[in-house]
């Protein structure tokens, strides 16, 4: 059975840190791109960063660039996304998804082959 798992959210203040992480099984992780996606309340897929499989290329959105850093351990089969000086505009359910490398990190969430359940991110005083 394939699955993702998402960990490591919660409640933070603005300018806080967390740590998230997305633990793959039943597939090789290591032969799949992965990227971070967040969904906040009343609002649409924002697609937040990515990861080509061998962890060589990363990309990110605008608004976190300089602030989150995405990595992955393919030895643990684990990615992971480092979020510092969180804003409130961060809020939501944050999600991984995983596709096959061959096919690079489109925007798009049709191209993805797996998905887990999130992890909600709460930034607030």
């Known amino acids: 059975e394939v699955q993702l798992v998402e960990s490591g959210g919660g409640l933070v203040q603005p300018g806080g840190s967390l740590r998230l992480s997305c633990a793959g099984s039943g597939f090789t992780f290591s032969s799949y791109a992965m990227s971070w996606v967040r969904q906040a309340p009343g609002k649409g897929r924002e697609w937040v960063s990515g990861?080509?499989?061998?962890?060589?290329?990363?990309w990110y959105i605008d608004s976190v660039k300089d602030r989150f850093t995405i990595s992955r351990d393919n030895a643990k089969n684990t990615l992971y996304l480092q979020m510092n000086s969180l804003k409130p505009e961060d809020t939501a359910v944050y999600s991984c998804?995983?596709?096959?490398?061959?096919?690079?990190?489109?925007?798009?969430?049709?191209?993805?082959?797996?998905w887990g359940q999130g992890t909600q991110v709460t930034v607030s005083t």
């Open positions: 998804a995983a596709i096959p490398d061959e096919m690079g990190l489109p925007f798009a969430e049709r191209f993805y082959e797996y």
């Open positions: 990861i080509t499989a061998g962890g060589w290329t990363t």
